[in-house]
DNA sequence: CCGCATCCCCTCAGATACTG
DNA sequence: CAGTATCTGAGGGGATGCGG
């Protein structure tokens, strides 16, 4: 993540080397980590993921499954019946994955109120 | 995150009380994870700040400083010395953050390779 | 059923110039 | 030193229509 250190404080480089924004801009964007948490309970089609994902539009359904297959989160396997079956599954990275955002997610949803209450105070003071 | 269940499976919704929406779209972002982990190590000034997150203007910094002050994650403090200087802190809240973001940054870092390796095959055998 | 292609808007973010 | 203001281009993401 950092590589140089300056009067005792750690410099931040943000070129495409960096795993952090590699892994985060790919995960922080608005549908990755949805889908993630949704295959954590099991492989899924394309139709009932976007059931389930409420407000994704088919188009942005199969751009961030495909940015996940890229990065080798997620298979994707054909079934060639009439009508096509595709099912998208987590691999084991994108298991790995899934579990170290846990704590994230449960952290945000401990403190969800405390930063909801933060904003709403802020903009009164503010803007 | 979730609230309702369908055919025994989570459906997942994206208003804006979603806490992972909430949470990952401000830290997702390109450099709010940058200046969080830079003040990690200690309370820090705007201009030190800005040599150390390489790559960020001045704009950016200051919009997203604005941004994670309004969520409670960072304190702003102004000393009205000749030159003025400004004082940037984690809150306890922000400190939280920070902590549930490691394992994250961890894995990023561990599993980095092999998020390139996969790229790259998939680069190879399609676009 | 599962997409891809197109159009189009709107926000993000960089560059640059100016203030207390 | 620590910002604000304005302009601008790139791209994220919605709506819609077509194809295998």
């Known amino acids: 993540m950092s590589t140089k250190?300056?009067?005792?404080?750690?410099?931040?480089?943000?070129?495409?080397?960096?795993?952090?924004?590699?892994?985060?801009?790919?995960?922080?964007d608005k549908w990755s980590m949805l889908i993630l948490?949704?295959?954590?309970?099991?492989?899924?089609?394309?139709?009932?993921?976007?059931t389930r994902i409420e407000g994704i539009s088919q188009r942005m359904l199969t751009q961030t499954l495909r940015d996940l297959e890229r990065d080798g989160y997620v298979n994707r396997t054909?079934?060639?019946?009439?009508?096509?079956?595709?099912?998208?599954?987590?691999?084991?990275?994108?298991e790995g994955l899934a579990k170290s955002l846990w704590k994230l997610v449960s952290w945000a949803n401990a403190h969800h109120d405390e930063i909801r209450n933060a904003r709403r105070e802020y903009d009164r003071d503010n803007g």
């Open 5 to 28: 250190t300056k009067n005792g404080k750690r410099v931040f480089l943000q070129n495409e080397d960096c795993p952090i924004r590699n892994v985060v801009s790919q995960v922080g």
């Open 37 to 50: 948490f949704s295959l954590v309970e099991g492989p899924d089609r394309f139709n009932s993921l976007k």
């Open 78 to 94: 054909v079934y060639p019946e009439v009508p096509v079956k595709v099912e998208y599954k987590l691999t084991s990275l994108g």
